[in-house]
Nanobody, 124 residues
């Protein structure tokens, strides 16, 4: 079965850190871009950042620059989202998604396989 399986997330205090993982099952991530999206209650899904097949990082959300980063481990067939200096406004369900191409594209329509979603709550 072809799928992306997410892990990580949870409750963290403001200023804390979390790492989300996105592991592919049934196919290899190596040749495609991987994006992270998030959706807060009552808001539309927004792109956060992306890593291309060659490792180029694109930030879709200016609010996470300098705090979030993305990396990929092709040997483990996994992409990671490292989130530092978390803020309450980062609270959302986070999704990883495989892009249709090796380059990053910000539209959700340019992605096929999606992870199941992971809740991240930043609160004191």
């Amino acid at each position: 079965q072809l799928q992306l399986v997410q892990s990580g997330g949870g409750l963290v205090q403001p200023g804390g850190s979390l790492r989300l993982s996105c592991a592919a099952s049934g196919f290899t991530l190596e040749y495609y871009s991987i994006s992270w999206f998030r959706q807060a209650p009552g808001k539309e899904r927004e792109g956060v950042l992306c890593i291309s097949a060659s490792g180029l990082i694109t930030y879709y959300a200016n609010s996470v620059k300098g705090r979030f980063t993305i990396s990929r481990d092709n040997a483990e067939n996994t992409v990671y989202l490292q989130m530092n200096s978390l803020k309450p406004e980062d609270t959302a369900v986070y999704y990883c998604a495989e892009g249709l191409w090796d380059r990053c594209e910000g539209s959700p329509d340019e992605h096929d396989y999606w992870g199941q979603g992971t809740q991240v709550t930043v609160s004191s």
